[in-house]
C-alpha cells in the first residue's frame, strides 16, 4: 500500500478511520481482502508470492498496514519482505514490544503503522530506523517520510478529515472518489 490516512481517537463516532490504496507491483499475485484459512482470526490482502500483507485487521484488536518507501534499485532480493512485518504482527506470532525490537534494517524499505489495543505505532527503517508513538489525531503515510508529508499524505488525510466532519458515515463516496483520484503531485 503506498498512501494511508487514519483518524486515530480522533472522532468520538469512530476510534478509528482509515483509508488507503495499494499501487505498487501491480502484476505481483494477490488476494484480494478476506478471512485467511491459515490464520483465521485475520482479515486482509493477501501477497501470494511472500505471504505477507499491506492492511490487515485482527480479532486480537490489531490493525497493521504498510507503505513502500521509494528509493532506487529497491526492493532488494536479499531483504525480507516487509509484508511480513504485517502478517507476523496480526497473526500473534509477534506483539508490539517483540515486533518494535526487531533489527528493522533486515526488510526492503518501508513506512509501517501498527494498532494493539490502546497503542499506535509509526515504524520505518528509512533513512534510518526510527518508532514512533501516535499520539490522538489524523495522521498519513505514503512512499516517503512521515514528515514533512508528502502532497498526496496531504490530501488524504484531508479528504478523512471532510468526510468525518460532514458526519455522513453512510456515504463512502467522497473517500473512494479522493482514491480513484489520479493526479500526480508536481515534481516539485
Avoid at 480479532?59 to 521509494?70: D, G, M, P, W
Amino acid at each position: 500500500m503506498c498512501l494511508l490516512a487514519l483518524a486515530w481517537r480522533a472522532d468520538k463516532r469512530w476510534p478509528l478511520a482509515l483509508i488507503g490504496n495499494r499501487d505498487e507491483l501491480h502484476a505481483r499475485p494477490t488476494a484480494t481482502a478476506d478471512r485467511w484459512a491459515d490464520a483465521p482470526q485475520v482479515i486482509g490482502g493477501r501477497d501470494l508470492e511472500h505471504g505477507g500483507t499491506w492492511m490487515g485487521v485482527s480479532e486480537r484488536r490489531r490493525l497493521a498496514a504498510v507503505t513502500n518507501f521509494r528509493r532506487p534499485h529497491e526492493p532488494a532480493v536479499a531483504r525480507a519482505s516487509r509484508g511480513l512485518l504485517t502478517r507476523r504482527f496480526l497473526t500473534g506470532e509477534l506483539g508490539l514490544e517483540a515486533l518494535q525490537a526487531l533489527d528493522l534494517n533486515d526488510f526492503n524499505p518501508f513506512n509501517l503503522i501498527v494498532i494493539e489495543n490502546d497503542a499506535a505505532v509509526f515504524m520505518t527503517n528509512r533513512p534510518d530506523a526510527r518508532r514512533l508513538a501516535l499520539p490522538p489525531g489524523l495522521h498519513g503515510l505514503s512512499n516517503g517520510p512521515i514528515e514533512p508529508p508528502w502532497p498526496k499524505t496531504i490530501r488524504a488525510i484531508a479528504a478523512l478529515s471532510a468526510w468525518l466532519d460532514a458526519g455522513i458515515a453512510a456515504d463512502l463516496e467522497p473517500l473512494f472518489a479522493f482514491l480513484a483520484d489520479e493526479r500526480p503531485a508536481p515534481d516539485a
